[in-house]
T-cell receptor, first 115, second 112 residues
Framework: GAVVSQHPSWVICKSGTSVKIECRSLDFQATTMFWYRQFPKQSLMLMATSNEGSKATYEQGVEKDKFLINHASLTLSTLTVTSAHPEDSSFYIC???????????FGPGTRLTVT | SQQGEEDPQALSIQEGENATMNCSYKTSINNLQWYRQNSGRGLVHLILIRSNEREKHSGRLRVTLDTSKKSSSLLITASRAADTASYFCADAGGTSYGKLTFGQGTILTVHP
């Protein structure tokens, strides 16, 4: 149990376009999901906390107008990278918090390449 | 901000040897977790140790926690080539809603 999926697993987009990444909890409901970004050979950096039915909470230095987060249901959060630039190329990982066991379950990640 | 710092940043060993990775954190915690990440892949949860625990075992993994020193260690015994991966510690601080701060990670290479 406690599986989290992400779609797509990888995406290439042109500079200036927007791309949406989905994060789904497949067998549990999650009122809280998290979005992380990971650059090559670095650790995961928390970008934002996605709360079902309310606005996301962004970490310091993360532009909320550039990284739009929507958590419209208890099993789905989306991250939209708007007006993507090559420096946005990264590995984006989501996770879902299962309150029942207090653990966080991670998706497999999405590799974004902006050309 | 990154709280956890891990050392070593990279560790290279032979199959069969033990690997020890250390992690430090800055604030009080409810628990500390260790994750593994194979290159370019998602995270695999290895083990969670609560603040009132000092040691925990899971198969070939042994985790210790010293809250007085705000540090934890992960020991992998009898390592295998398949253990080659990056290992991260993560803590949720004093929160109960899962917001994790990750350490910088240790890249472990196990040579066959």
């Amino acid at each position: 149990g406690a599986v989290v999926s992400q779609h797509p697993s990888w995406v290439i987009c042109k500079s200036g376009t927007s791309v949406k990444i989905e994060c789904r909890s497949l067998d549990f409901q999650a009122t809280t999901m998290f979005w992380y970004r990971q650059f090559p050979k670095q650790s995961l950096m928390l970008m934002a906390t996605s709360n079902e039915g309310s606005k996301a909470t962004y970490e310091q230095g993360v532009e909320k107008d550039k990284f739009l987060i929507n958590h419209a249901s208890l099993t789905l959060s989306t991250l939209t990278v708007t007006s993507a630039h090559p420096e946005d190329s990264s590995f984006y990982i989501c996770s879902a918090f299962l309150a029942g066991d207090g653990e966080q379950y991670f998706g497999p990640g999405t590799r974004l390449t902006v050309t | 901000s990154q709280q956890g710092e891990e050392d070593p940043q990279a560790l290279s060993i032979q199959e069969g040897e033990n690997a020890t990775m250390n992690c430090s954190y800055k604030t009080s915690i409810n628990n500390l977790q260790w994750y593994r990440q194979n290159s370019g892949r998602g995270l695999v949860h290895l083990i969670l140790i609560r603040s009132n625990e000092r040691e925990k075992h899971s198969g070939r993994l042994r985790v210790t926690l010293d809250t007085s020193k705000k540090s934890s260690s992960l020991l992998i015994t009898a390592s295998r080539a398949a253990d080659t991966a990056s290992y991260f510690c993560a803590d949720a601080g004093g929160t109960s809603y899962g917001k994790l701060t990750f350490g910088q990670g240790t890249i472990l290479t196990v040579h066959p």
